[in-house]
């Protein structure tokens, strides 16, 4: 190819691709959410605990569980654009990124901005309540799916066949509060490594204030689990009630 034409096609393609990013902007300014709060902490339920990261928590929730501390995020919250989102948690400096609730799933636009930060370079961890379909959630997400128990009043209202669909990189998390609920996570783990052959992080957390730690660190030993013991690590650091933490 002549080098004037080889120019010419490069501005072409260069052209286009600037012209494709803008659309791909301007259409996130149009994608909005309903969010509850933008905050920086430290991951607290599962492998990434004690880890700095920003939270995105997002309004609204189609579950009530017993031990809920998030009731704020049940109607509170502001409209805010992709962009506005991208552009607060860029204010943070921080390279990974939580999204939370309240329920995440919950509204449509959440597996674009999950897609978006992905591609923007963060480390992405979403955490759900279970009860909602997570395959249209991009698989470089980190998703950590909640398994309801007894304890917490909304056990039916697991959607099962997640199981069938987390990957590797993906994680489970069981809060305890009883010897009742531990039983019923057991018998989930149980089946799972049966029927799934992918290896999963299994969090088993105590319920603070509920179960002693030191009581589930038996029970676990004891049954020989291969599950990680996780402590609430935000409810251990910050002082109860606390918001943004
Ligand atoms: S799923 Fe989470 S936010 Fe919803 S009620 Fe249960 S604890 Fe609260």
Known sequence: ????????TCRIFIKNDIRQKSVA???????SLKVNEIFYSIQGESSFAGWPCIFVRLTGCNLRCSYCDTQYAYDEGRDASIDDILREVATFRCS????????????????LLIHTLLDRGYGVLMETNGSFDISAV??????????????????????WNNLNVLTERDELKFVIGGRKDYEYAREVLGRLQRDVSVKTVANFSPLYGNLAPQLLAEWILEDRLAVRLNLQLHKIIWPPDRRGV
């Open 138 to 159: 991009d698989p470089r997400c980190i998703r950590i799916v909640d398994v309801k128990l007894p304890g917490s009043g909304e056990e039916h209202r697991n959607y």
């Open 96 to 111: 990974l990124v939580e999204i939370t609730g309240g329920e995440p799933l919950r509204q449509e636009e959440t597996p």
């Open 1 to 8: 190819m002549p080098k004037a034409l080889r120019l010419s």
């Open 25 to 31: 902007h301007i259409f996130l300014r149009y994608k």
